[in-house]
Every structure is written in C-alpha cells, then in structure tokens.
C-alpha cells in the first residue's frame, strides 16, 4: 500500500486548507496525524473502513472533518479555523484493521505535506 498526501500550503489564521490522500492499495482504516517540530506524532483524526465512525483529537473537534470516497481510494481532511498551533507536517496513514484510534494500529504511512498557519 502507497499513500500519497497533497494539499498541504501557507495559510493565514482562520483560513481553511484541504489535504487529500491518495491510497494504492486497500488500506482499511485510514487516519491524519501530525508531528510538530521537536514533538511526537499526534493522531488528528481516524475513518473506518465504511466511513461510518470517525474519531477526532480534541484540539481539533468542531474545526476538522475527516471523509472518504473508497471508490476513488481517497481520503480527505478538511481543516477551518486554521491555527498557527496547528502548523505540523501531516501524515496520512493505513491500517489493516477496520477501524482504528490508536498510532499503533496504522501500518502504512505516506511522505506527510506540510501545513503552515501563519499569524
């Protein structure tokens, strides 16, 4: 499995920026996770297999929306209300499992893009 993410940019506060991931394979629960400079990888937010649970970071509920369109092999996250704190490079990644909220779960990751929120 392949993972590709695209979309990522410069964007001002407040902003909205929407990062796409392209899968090769069949990867079955999907996710975006992020990592700061000089920080861990932190997971955003995870889609099952069907698209039908979606799970979300707190710092990112109400302003994040996580989707998918299994036809196409996409995965998408739609990102409001951009802050200078959400700036991080992102990642899109894989699990074999159906449904999955923890980083251990994800077993395919793909190059990461980055987002930068300026003030």
């Known amino acids: 499995v392949q993972l590709v993410e695209a979309g990522g940019g410069l964007v001002q506060a407040g902003g909205s920026l929407r990062l796409s991931c392209a899968a090769s394979?069949?990867?079955?629960?999907m996710g975006w996770f992020r990592q700061a400079p000089g920080k861990e990888r932190d997971i955003v937010s995870t889609i099952s297999w069907t698209g039908g649970s979606t799970y979300y970071a707190d710092f990112v509920k109400g302003r994040f929306i996580i989707s998918r369109d299994n036809a196409k092999k996409m995965v998408y996250l739609q990102m409001n209300s951009l802050k200078p704190e959400d700036t991080a490079v992102y990642y899109c990644a894989g699990s074999t499992a159906g449904w999955a909220t923890k980083i251990q779960a994800f077993n395919y990751w793909g190059q990461g893009t980055q987002v930068t929120v300026s003030t």
């Open positions: 394979g069949r990867p079955s629960a």
